[in-house]
């Protein structure tokens, strides 16, 4: 196995309105989705499919009543929300009082980084023609996960796995990797504790607001290791691992480095690679303590007495990788491409770490925002506790390009990168080429006006002459790419053509 595996990420984005600080986030969220939409001629386009969503089985063997559930669990209701399907495969729609951007599947973890960084222009060109509207306010993005003031958003990542690997297998081994891997993809934060209350700065957004080990929840308890067992796929044959402890990134290499150390790591639990050792006594308390010391000094328990630092963690799933790679398993060539970079690069980063965190400041989010916070306590003379601090805290996710921290880190050559703007323009309108995505977003590009519904697993066509509406399963995340369907898009300029040479018909 490499890094190579479908996945994908899911992003909320944190929105407010200029001058209203009361406002309906919902509405305002609607604004941005259905302004997009309308100037990129999406509105009478494909609505989504909840038709084959079922998110309240769990992974454990059971479904939770849906009125035992908490009503944000409730993600395959259609709410009457903007929900767009975009020509590159993706989803962009209202989840709550957020506006959110889906990548299509990818591959590997270049292309999630890649369509995550499309919507990041998705959702800034939404918002400004949002605003553009007259009598409309200003409407402001960020890519963060707090607003301290104890409520947090979400940055979800998704693997699709073997289903027969043993789901308590999964939490056994990536349970303490999730627990350290915020030293290397941390997005940094001012204020510790869910409303921020306890002042000074710590590595991760996101880890005050996990409260237990193992659950389906995703806004309430929320779990290290969420069950929600809804593979968007073959049920028998896979496992859709729906990962929701995480940061947004805005920097591309703590981004490929979450998504690419994770799928390695996921690649040895697959095999049997990976054995015991390394469980924590305490897995909710150790995460915390991680995350609150940017010193990385913090000794965690494990179960067995020994006691590790987050970088120490991360130490053990890296030698155990490369050992997992040097032994060669199943006769791949698992030393070159990405698998090689995330390994070399997932190195370098943790050595540097162990030797001085600040040399990352130009690659990593929580140590960019570190550096930055610190050049305006000493020129300023700040405490924790003062509020320009929690400004450049916010600015640093702003998505203006004029405005943002991070926008005017990577203009002035500060930060690191892995893309080009034109491939990530790109991006905004096409595909993945190696997955369903690619047949999605072509029927989108190609038959607009006959493409009733889509989702995940399915595109749903309303054909003339037909009284029901004609499903294309999707259920193989590998097929339905250029390689398989490309020629018949060149072949056939009707959907009814190309849904008769589908189905033989």
Known sequence: MTVRRVMGSEVEYGISVKGQPTANQMVAST?????????????????WDFEEENPLRDARGFDLSRDRA????????DLGLANVI?????????????????????????????????????????ADLASQIPGAPGLLLYKNNVDNKGASYGAHENYLMRRDVPFGAIVEHLTPFFVS???????????????????????????????????????????????????????????????????????????????????????????????????LAQPVRALHAISHDPS??????????????????????LERAQAFIEAGHDGEDLTAGQTKDVLD???????????????LRD???????????????????LDWDDAKLHLVDLQYADLRPERGLYHR????????????????????????????AYFRGQCLAHFPDSVAAASWDSVIFDLPGRESLQRIPTMEPLRGTREHVGSLFDQHDSAQSLFDALTGR
């Open 296 to 317: 990385l000094a913090t000794l965690v328990e494990l179960a067995d007495g020994r006691r590790f630092s987050g970088l120490d963690l991360q130490w053990a799933y």
């Open 70 to 77: 908490d009503p944000t669990q409730l993600t395959d209701e």
């Open 409 to 436: 880190l990577v203009r002035s050559g500060r930060m690191k990168r892995l893309l080009s703007d034109t491939e990530i323009e790109r991006a905004v309108t096409q595909p993945p080429e190696d997955t369903r």
């Open 86 to 126: 975009l020509t590159n495969g993706a989803r962009l729609y209202v989840d709550h009082a957020h506006p959110e951007f889906s990548t299509p599947e990818c591959t590997n973890p270049r292309d999630v980084v890649l369509w995550e960084k499309a919507g990041e222009l998705v959702m800034q060109r939404g």
């Open 181 to 279: 891997r915020q030293v290397v993809c941390g997005a940094g934060r001012v204020g510790r504790q869910q409303d921020g209350s306890e002042h000074g700065f710590q590595i991760s957004q996101r880890a005050d607001y996990f409260e237990v080990g193992v659950g389906l929840e995703t806004t309430l308890k929320r779990p290290i290791i969420n069950t929600r067992d809804e593979p968007h796929a073959d049920p028998s044959k896979y496992r859709r691992l729906h990962v929701i402890i995480g940061d947004a990134s805005m920097s591309e290499i703590a981004a490929y480095l979450k998504l690419g150390t994770t799928s390695l790591v996921l690649a040895m639990i697959e095999a049997g690679f990976l054995e015991s050792g390394l469980e």
């Open 31 to 47: 604004q941005v989705v259905n302004a997009y939409a309308s100037a990129n001629g999406l509105t009478r386009r494909a609505r």
């Open 345 to 359: 690069r997932w190195e370098s980063v943790l050595t540097r770490l162990g030797d001085d965190p600040m040399s």
């Open 363 to 381: 690659e990593l989010d929580w140590v960019a925002k570190l550096s930055l916070l610190e050049s305006y306590r000493q020129r300023d003379g």
